[in-house]
Nanobody, 127 residues
Framework: QVQLVESGGGLVQAGGSLRLSCAASGRTFSNKAMGWFRQAPGKEREFVAAISWSRSTYYAESVKGRFTISRDNAKNTVYLQMNSLKPEDTAVYSC?????????????????????WGQGTQVTVSS
């Protein structure tokens, strides 16, 4: 059974940092792109960041320069380093495994491009 399990969420003050992890089990995703999405209360799920099988990265404009996505294929784990956090970053953050090794630009943002999802981890940024 394939599982994606996120960890590392929590409560942090504005300007602080958190590092999220997404551990995969049940199969290897080293040949698939991986992504992070978030959903705030009352809002639709939105794309945050993605990394291809070859480690090229793509970010939402709202997090570019503050967040960094990375992967450790030996551990079957994807990370999201979040710096300079803002109250508007408050959301449930979920990782997802893509159907493909890579996409072209904004295609990373399409939820239909991902076929495995984690349950999410809560990130709360206080002002």
């Amino acid at each position: 059974q394939v599982q994606l399990v996120e960890s590392g969420g929590g409560l942090v003050q504005a300007g602080g940092s958190l590092r999220l992890s997404c551990a995969a089990s049940g199969r290897t995703f080293s040949n698939k792109a991986m992504g992070w999405f978030r959903q705030a209360p009352g809002k639709e799920r939105e794309f945050v960041a993605a990394i291809s099988w070859s480690r090229s990265t793509y970010y939402a404009e709202s997090v570019k320069g503050r967040f960094t996505i990375s992967r450790d294929n030996a551990k079957n784990t994807v990370y999201l380093q979040m710096n300079s956090l803002k109250p508007e970053d408050t959301a449930v953050y979920s990782c997802a495994a893509a159907r493909s090794a890579y996409y072209s630009g904004s295609d990373y943002e399409r939820t239909m491009g991902y076929n495995y999802w984690g349950q999410g981890t809560q990130v709360t940024v206080s002002s």
